[in-house]
C-alpha cells in the first residue's frame, strides 16, 4: 500500500490560516475514515481531527473544534485540513493517517501514514 502525502504546511503568524492536504490512492481511501495527527516537539502524537471517506462525518479534537476543518474531494483523492485562527501551540509535524477505521481513528493504531508536513506558527 502506498502511504498518503502531505503537503501545505509552512510558517504562519498567529490568526493567520493554512490549509493542509493528504492524497493517496482510490484504495487507500476507500471504505474507511482519514484521519490529521500532529506532534509537537517532545511530545507525543496527538489526533486532531478524521472524517469518513463515504458519508464525511467528521470528528475534531476538543483543541481545534471550531478553528479547523476537514473535508474531502473524492474526485482528487484528497483530505483536506483548514486551520484557521492559527495559535503558537498548533506548531508541530502533521501527519495524514489513510484507512483507519472510524471507531477507533482517535487510537491511531490501525492504518496508513504519510510522513508529516511541518507547520510552525510564530506569536
Known amino acids: 500500500q502506498v502511504p498518503p502525502v502531505e503537503s501545505g504546511g509552512g510558517l504562519e503568524q498567529a490568526g493567520g490560516s493554512l490549509r493542509l492536504s493528504c492524497v493517496a490512492s482510490?484504495?487507500?481511501?476507500?471504505?474507511?475514515?482519514v484521519g490529521w495527527f500532529r506532534q509537537a516537539p517532545g511530545k507525543e502524537r496527538e489526533f486532531v481531527a478524521a472524517?469518513?471517506?463515504?458519508?464525511?462525518?467528521?470528528d475534531y479534537s476538543d483543541s481545534v473544534k471550531g478553528r479547523f476543518t476537514i473535508s474531502r474531494d473524492k474526485s482528487k483523492n484528497t483530505v483536506y485540513l483548514q486551520m484557521n485562527s492559527l495559535k503558537p501551540e498548533d506548531t508541530a509535524a502533521y501527519y495524514c493517517?489513510?484507512?483507519?477505521?472510524?471507531?477507533?481513528?482517535?487510537?491511531?493504531?490501525?492504518?496508513?501514514w504519510g510522513q508529516g508536513t511541518q507547520v510552525t506558527v510564530s506569536s
Open positions: 493517517l489513510a484507512d483507519a477505521p472510524m471507531a477507533d481513528i482517535r487510537t491511531g493504531a490501525s492504518g496508513y
Open positions: 482510490v484504495r487507500a481511501f476507500s471504505g474507511n475514515a
Open positions: 472524517i469518513t471517506w463515504y458519508g464525511g462525518s467528521t
